[in-house]
């Protein structure tokens, strides 16, 4: 049987897919075969070999022919415990942190209703609301990359949003947005407000004692930056009413056996993880020196595994991004996501290897 023609599908495409669904392009996810992987800001480390061989042993015995377990008390037991979510609190877990977005613009949003949050910041907070029928709006951040919170406290009374999303700290920035205005963004707000703590082991702060404090708060977490990026495991924590309302959009068996296994598994060796956190926050503020002392480079205060430079030298961002990337040294370029990102590139904290190699070769770039 021949393939139907090139053009038959393309209009059958036109007349079904929604319009705004083709103007978009995918997420990218850069091939980094035999690559310095410096653009995702994962864990350099792997686990210990103990540790791999102990999930190894756990996995083993782990049954695939069956749905994963309806009770997931033990493993929601582990991560209250592993992380300090308060007893009183519930919690909710996704595969990985976009899917928990999802489920909260669902369970909020109608069609058209507002999504917000400061703006550049995680671009899945406007791609979910894209999908999932609801209205994005971006509140620019100052020309310093810093919260603007009169435009925030005035955008929210002109467009009544349904749900505020916070990244404390900010990706792609870095910036730790200050407990006062995290609190008068909460008490303005007429809806839900996420405060998404995906970078939160390196900043040392966070807003998880007092999630249950304003009636309208959720904490959520990723596992991906701490050295679990591959099992792909999130978690919001909240007052066990939202729980109740959100868990209802939650796919059903959405967190399989093996993810529930290992996590299990590490979750006992958690010291080797907060190790780890420690190691990049102690090799964060060199990079960061390092690379402010290059000429052209102005770096932005961080509080997550990565550093967000503008390069206004001689050689622009796409120009030094370009240059690393044919040295195999991936880092992600923001040049031309946002005009208030001009020339940025961000930089996650590797390893010290990686960190001297990036080093070696922007020396060598911009002397050039």
């Known amino acids: 049987m021949s393939a139907a023609p090139a053009a038959d599908v ?12 083709r103007e978009l392009a995918a997420y990218p996810v850069a091939h980094a075969d035999g690559c310095i992987k410096l653009d995702a800001m994962e864990c350099p480390y792997e686990l210990p070999e103990s540790v791999r061989d102990d999930i190894a042993r756990t996995v083993r015995d782990t049954a695939l022919n069956r749905y994963p377990a309806a009770d997931l008390s033990a493993l929601q037991a582990a991560i209250k415990t592993a992380f300090g979510v308060p007893a009183a609190a519930d919690v909710l877990f996704g595969n990985g942190s976009d899917e928990l977005i ?14 917000m949050s400061p703006w550049p910041s995680f671009v899945y ?4 609301a894209r999908f999932d029928h609801a209205r994005f709006v971006g509140v620019p951040l100052t020309a310093d990359l810093t919260l603007d919170l009169p435009a925030m406290l005035a955008a929210m009374r002109e467009h009544q949003p349904k749900v505020v999303f916070l990244a404390v ?22 809806g839900l ?3 998404d703590e995906a970078y939160q082991p390196f900043a040392e702060h966070t807003w998880m004692p007092r999630v249950l404090d ?31 309302e959100l868990n209802k959009l939650r796919p059903p068996y959405n967190l399989d056996v093996l993810t529930q296994a290992t996590l299990m598994t590490v979750l006992r060796h958690k010291a080797v993880l907060d190790e ?17 002392a290059l000429p052209g480079v102005r770096v932005f205060p961080s509080a997550g595994n990565f550093v967000l430079a503008r390069f206004s030298g001689k050689l622009d961002g796409n120009a030094v991004h370009l240059a690393l990337k044919t040295r195999k040294i991936l880092i992600r370029n923001f040049s031309n996501a946002h005009p ?11 390893a010290p290897a990686e960190n001297a190699a990036l080093l070696a070769a922007l020396q060598e770039i911009l002397s050039a």
């Open 340 to 350: 208030l990102l001009a020339n940025c590139l961000r930089i996650s904290v590797g």
């Open 214 to 244: 304003a009636p309208n708060v959720v904490v959520m977490r990723t596992v991906s930056k701490i050295g679990l990026a591959g099992l792909r495991f999130g978690y919001l924590a909240g007052h066990p009413d939202w729980i109740v």
């Open 102 to 115: 999802h489920i909260v613009v669902q369970a909020c949003c109608a069609p058209g209703d507002v999504v």
């Open 125 to 128: 907070f406007d791609m979910a």
């Open 169 to 190: 700290p900010n990706n792609p920035t870095g910036g730790l947005w200050s407990d006062e205005d995290v609190a008068a963004i909460v008490d303005a707000a007429p």
């Open 10 to 21: 393309a209009g059958r495409i036109a007349g079904t897919v929604r319009a705004d669904i």
């Open 193 to 195: 407000v996420v405060l």
């Open 276 to 292: 780890q956190a420690a190691r990049l926050r102690a090799d964060r503020e060199p990079l960061a020196a390092a690379l402010a």
